[in-house]
Every structure is written in structure tokens, then in C-alpha cells.
């Protein structure tokens, strides 16, 4: 079992930043593939995916949405991923949620089956 807990959303205007910040538990970390993704107002049923980072944080996939405005990376010895999140626009307002996973399953890493293990969420508002 992996709890992980986002942290670091809030009320933003546009143009300003946020660093998001997912803790995870377990001994095994260093192991997972992690993803960040958005459920915007209105959009209850599905996740949009925004950024996945690789075990060793060799490499990293965005969005086109987010894409030179956001950036994934994760420090293996605090059992954390961040979302540093420049240039926000009030369309960037969403929950924000961190999974992770062992194994795509045969799925793609930009769909939610991918992953096994899922965050709360944290509240990201920008104000326009």
C-alpha cells in the first residue's frame, strides 16, 4: 500500500506560480513511475493528465497544455515528486492530484488505469 498526500495548491493570479509537492510513504519509491494530474471544474469524471516523471527522474512527459510552463521532478531520498507550476492561467484551475505506478498495466501513462496508487488532491484557483 502507497499513501501519497499533495500539498502546496492555493489562490494564485494569473501570471504568478505554485510549487506543488506530493509525499509518498513507503520504502519502494525510488521504484514508481509518478504523474500529476488536473480535474478541472465541471470535468467530474475525468482526470486530465499533465506531467509524468521516470523512477530516476532521467525523464519526463508533459501535456501540451503545460508544456514550458510546468515542470516534474522528484527527490528519491524525501519520497517526494514536485509540480513547479510558472505562468498559471485561470484554465489552470483544477484539483491537482499525484498517482504513481509500478507498470503501465498496458495502458497508456497518460490515461488513469496506468496508475496504481492515488493522492487526495490539492486545490489550485487562479484568479484572472
Known amino acids: 500500500q502507497v499513501q501519497l498526500v499533495e500539498s502546496g495548491g492555493g489562490l494564485v493570479q494569473a501570471g504568478g506560480s505554485l510549487r506543488l509537492s506530493c509525499a509518498a510513504s513507503?520504502?519502494?519509491?525510488?521504484?514508481?513511475?509518478m504523474g500529476w494530474f488536473r480535474q478541472a471544474p465541471g470535468k467530474e469524471r475525468e482526470r486530465e493528465f499533465i506531467?509524468?516523471?521516470?523512477?530516476?527522474?532521467?525523464?519526463?512527459y508533459y501535456a501540451d497544455s503545460v508544456k514550458g510552463r510546468f515542470t516534474i521532478s522528484r527527490d528519491n531520498a524525501k519520497n517526494t515528486v514536485y509540480l513547479q507550476m510558472n505562468r498559471l492561467k485561470p484554465e489552470d484551475t483544477a484539483v491537482y492530484y499525484c498517482?504513481?505506478?509500478?507498470?503501465?498495466?498496458?495502458?497508456?501513462?497518460?490515461?488513469?488505469?496506468?496508475?496504481?496508487?492515488w493522492g487526495q488532491g490539492t486545490q489550485v484557483t487562479v484568479s484572472s
Open positions: 513507503g520504502r519502494t519509491f525510488s521504484t514508481y513511475t
Open positions: 506531467a509524468r516523471i521516470s523512477w530516476n527522474g532521467g525523464t519526463s
Open positions: 498517482a504513481s505506478s509500478t507498470s503501465p498495466k498496458g495502458r497508456s501513462w497518460y490515461s488513469e488505469p496506468a496508475y496504481d496508487y
